[in-house]
């Protein structure tokens, strides 16, 4: 069975840092390609940012610069470093893991960035 638990989430102050753990469970996460996304209240869930088996990354326009997405594979663990945190960053924020076969999901962490 595969998890994905998130945490690390939490309120910060604009300017602020947080960071997300995504510990996996039932998958290797240094085989899959990772990623977060998060989804805030009436809006779609959007991409944030991606790692792939390779260690290529991609990032959402909106955190270029200000996010970092790792990998500690030994703790089979994916990280999101948030930093210079933004009211428009407040969502839930949500693991996933995706192979040829399946796509996971985590229960999502709230990250909620206060002026």
């Known amino acids: 069975q595969v998890q994905l638990v998130e945490s690390g989430g939490g309120l910060v102050q604009v300017g602020g840092s947080l960071r997300l753990s995504c510990e996996a469970s039932?998958?290797?996460?240094?085989?899959?390609?990772m990623g977060w996304y998060r989804q805030a209240p009436g809006k779609q869930r959007d991409m944030v940012a991606t790692?792939?088996?390779?260690?290529?990354?991609n990032y959402a326009d909106s955190v270029k610069g200000r996010f970092t997405i790792s990998r500690d594979n030994a703790k089979n663990t994916v990280y999101l470093q948030m930093n210079s945190l933004k009211p428009e960053d407040t969502a839930v924020y949500y693991c996933?893991?995706?192979?040829?076969?399946?796509?996971?999901w985590g229960q999502g962490t709230q990250v909620t960035v206060s002026s």
């Open positions: 039932g998958i290797i996460v240094r085989t899959n390609s």
């Open positions: 790692i792939t088996s390779s260690d290529s990354t």
């Open positions: 996933n893991a995706v192979n040829l076969r399946s796509v996971h």
